[in-house]
C-alpha cells in the first residue's frame, strides 16, 4: 500500500508537470490540463494499491490523463475541436511513452504569474507541476480540503480570465518574472523548513518539494546566478539540518548548534558553484542570501563568524529589497559586528511595521540581554512568545523565559 | 573615470576545486568593498556564449549569426563597471581580484565621449 503510493509520488513529479504542460500546450486550455491530470492521479491512488504499480507507471499516468481529457471533452459538446487535436496527439505521440517536451519552465511562470497571490501561485505549482492531489495540497497548508480545492478553483479561473499566455516571458519583465517563480519557491522551501502552524514543527515533504524545484529550475537555466543562488540557498540549509534539532526535537540555534554536525562535503561543493556565480557579478536576492548562508556554513564558531561581510551582504539585499524583514536581519548582523546599542537603534524604525512579528521582539530581547537590560528583555521575550504559533519555536522561547530567572515576574 | 572590467572565464581550466571557502570570503569581501566605496556603477553576468547572435555584413545587408564573433575556449562570464579615480586605481582594482586558475581579466576604459554623450 505504501509501496504504491511512494512509487506514485515519485512518478508524479517527474511526469506531472511535464504532462499537465504538454497538455495545455496541445489543447490550449490549462484548467482542462490539469484537471485531467490530476484526474489520473486520483484513478492511480485509487487502483495502484490494489491493483499494483504498473510496469511502465509514466505511461500509465500519460494514457489515463488523456483518456480523462477525453472523457471531459465528450462532456462538453462545444470542445469537439479539441478532441481532434487529442487524437492527433495520440497518433503523433503513440498511444503510451511519448517524449513530451519538457515544458516544465513554461508551467512554473504561468504558476506564478503576479496577478495570482502568492497561496494561489504555491498551490497550483504543488498540484500541477509536482502533481500532488488537493488533499495533499491542504495538508500541507494546514487547510482543509474543500478551501484548497476553492482557492485552486480560483486561482485556475484567474489564469483563465487574464490570458495568460502559455510561454516563457521575454523582454523587459523577464527577470522580474523569474524572480516571482524563485520567490515563491523560497516562501514554500520556509514554510516547510519552519512551519508556522501549531502541530508540525518542520514539514518536510514542502521542503522536499521546493529543493526538487530548485534543481529542475538550475537544470533549466543552469547559467542564471539568482537560480543557483536558490539552490546553493538550501543546500547550505539543508547541510546544517542535522545539528538544528536535538535528541527531543527541540529546537537548537545557530548559535548553539555543534557544527561538527554540519555536513561539510555538502557545504564545499555548494562553495564552488557558488562561487562561480559570485564571480559574474551579477549579485542578486538569492545569490546574496545564498552567500550570507555560507558565511555562517563557513564559519569555525559563532565567535568567529564574520558579522562584517554579513553586513555588507545585508546592506545589498537592503539595496534590492526594501523589506522590513531584511532590515529587521541586518540589524541583527549589526549588533553583532558592532553591539547591542547599534541594533537597538536600527531596530527603532521598524517597531510599527514588525509589531505582529514574533522574531522582531525575539531579536530586541537578544539585544537588550546584550546590554544587561533584562527586564526589558523579559517582557520582549513574553511578546515574541504571544506571537508564535510554531510548538517547537513556543517550547525555545518557554526555556528562555525559565532560564532567564525572572520567569513568572 | 569609467573602466569596464571585463572577467574572461577559461571554461577548459575551470576544474580543479582547490580553498572554496578562501575564495568564497575573498571574492564577496572584493565586490563589498569596491561597492562601498561606490566605485561599482554595475556589474553583471552576460548571458552565456550560445546566446550570442553576432551581426556582420556583406555589402550593406546586414547578416545575423548564431554565436559569438570569436571563436574561443574563452567566454566573457560577467562585466563590472568602475568610476575610480585614475587608471592606476583602476589596474589595482583589477589585480586586487581573487586570483584563480581559469579566469583573467580585462581592463578597458570606457572613452569619455561615450558616457558624457549619454
Known amino acids: ?409 | 573615470m569609467k573602466y569596464a572590467l571585463l572577467i574572461v572565464e577559461d571554461e577548459a581550466e575551470l576544474s580543479s576545486l582547490s580553498d572554496a571557502e578562501r575564495e568564497f570570503q575573498e571574492i564577496v569581501r572584493w565586490f563589498a568593498d569596491l561597492r562601498g566605496q561606490r566605485k561599482v556603477i554595475a556589474s553583471g553576468r552576460l548571458e552565456s556564449r550560445k546566446a550570442a547572435r553576432t551581426v556582420s555584413w556583406k555589402e550593406r545587408t546586414p547578416v545575423v549569426t548564431d554565436g559569438p564573433f570569436l571563436e574561443a575556449k574563452e567566454t566573457i562570464a560577467g562585466v563590472v563597471l568602475l568610476d575610480v579615480e585614475s587608471d592606476a586605481a583602476a589596474l589595482g582594482i583589477a589585480k586586487s581580484w581573487p586570483s584563480r586558475r581559469g579566469y583573467k581579466i580585462e581592463v578597458r576604459p570606457i572613452s569619455q565621449a561615450t558616457y558624457e554623450g549619454c
Open chain 1, 1 to 409: 500500500m505504501k509501496d504504491a503510493s511512494q512509487a506514485l509520488a515519485a512518478y508524479a513529479r517527474d511526469d506531472a508537470g511535464r504532462l499537465v504542460a504538454s497538455l495545455t500546450r496541445s489543447l490550449g486550455d490549462f484548467d482542462l490540463a490539469e484537471e485531467s491530470v490530476q484526474d489520473a492521479i486520483v484513478e492511480a491512488l485509487r487502483t495502484w494499491p490494489d491493483g499494483g504499480v504498473p510496469d511502465k507507471p509514466g505511461a500509465w499516468l500519460r494514457v489515463a490523463a488523456r483518456r480523462k481529457a477525453t472523457d471531459r471533452l465528450r462532456r462538453s459538446a462545444t470542445q469537439q475541436r479539441h478532441l481532434v487535436e487529442l487524437a492527433e496527439l495520440d497518433v503523433a505521440g503513440g498511444a503510451a511513452g511519448i517524449d513530451v517536451a519538457d515544458d516544465r519552465l513554461v508551467l512554473l511562470f504561468m504558476c506564478c504569474h503576479p496577478t495570482l497571490s502568492r497561496e494561489a501561485q504555491l498551490a497550483l505549482i504543488l498540484r500541477s507541476v509536482l502533481g500532488l492531489t488537493t488533499a495533499q495540497v491542504a495538508k500541507a497548508f494546514l487547510i482543509t480540503e474543500p478551501t484548497m480545492a476553492k482557492r485552486i478553483v480560483r486561482a485556475k479561473r484567474k489564469v483563465t480570465e487574464a490570458r495568460i499566455p502559455f510561454e516563457v516571458p521575454t523582454g523587459a519583465d523577464a527577470q522580474a518574472r523569474l524572480q516571482e517563480v524563485l520567490t515563491s519557491v523560497y516562501v514554500m522551501f520556509n514554510e516547510g523548513y519552519l512551519s508556522a502552524g501549531p502541530e508540525h514543527a518542520a514539514r518536510t515533504d514542502l521542503v522536499d518539494d521546493a529543493v526538487w524545484l530548485a534543481s529542475l529550475l538550475t537544470r533549466l537555466l543552469p547559467d542564471e546566478p539568482e537560480v543557483v543562488g536558490l539552490q546553493c540557498l538550501f543546500a547550505l540549509h539543508r547541510a546544517r539540518d542535522p545539528a538544528r534539532f536535538d535528541r527531543q526535537g527541540e529546537i537548537v540555534l545557530l548559535k548553539d548548534q555543534d557544527r561538527s554536525l554540519w555536513d561539510r562535503a555538502a557545504i564545499e561543493a555548494t562553495l564552488g558553484a557558488l562561487n562561480a556565480a559570485l564571480r559574474t557579478g551579477q549579485h542578486g536576492f538569492f545569490l546574496c542570501q545564498a552567500a550570507i548562508a555560507a558565511c555562517h556554513a563557513t564559519a569555525k564558531s559563532w565567535d568567529e563568524t564574520d558579522w562584517g561581510l554579513i553586513v555588507d551582504l545585508y546592506d545589498r539585499l537592503c539595496e534590492l529589497a526594501d523589506s522590513p524583514v531584511v532590515h529587521l536581519n541586518r540589524a541583527i548582523a549589526l549588533s553583532h559586528r558592532d553591539g547591542g546599542e547599534v541594533g537597538l537603534a536600527e531596530l527603532e524604525p521598524l517597531a510599527q511595521e514588525l509589531d505582529a512579528y514574533h522574531l522582531f521582539h525575539a531579536a530586541r530581547a537578544e539585544m537588550l540581554k546584550q546590554l544587561g537590560r533584562d527586564r526589558e528583555a523579559l517582557a520582549c521575550e513574553r511578546r515574541a512568545l504571544q506571537l508564535t504559533a510554531n510548538p517547537a519555536e513556543r517550547r525555545l522561547l518557554e526555556r528562555r523565559l525559565a532560564s532567564s530567572g525572572l520567569y513568572g515576574e
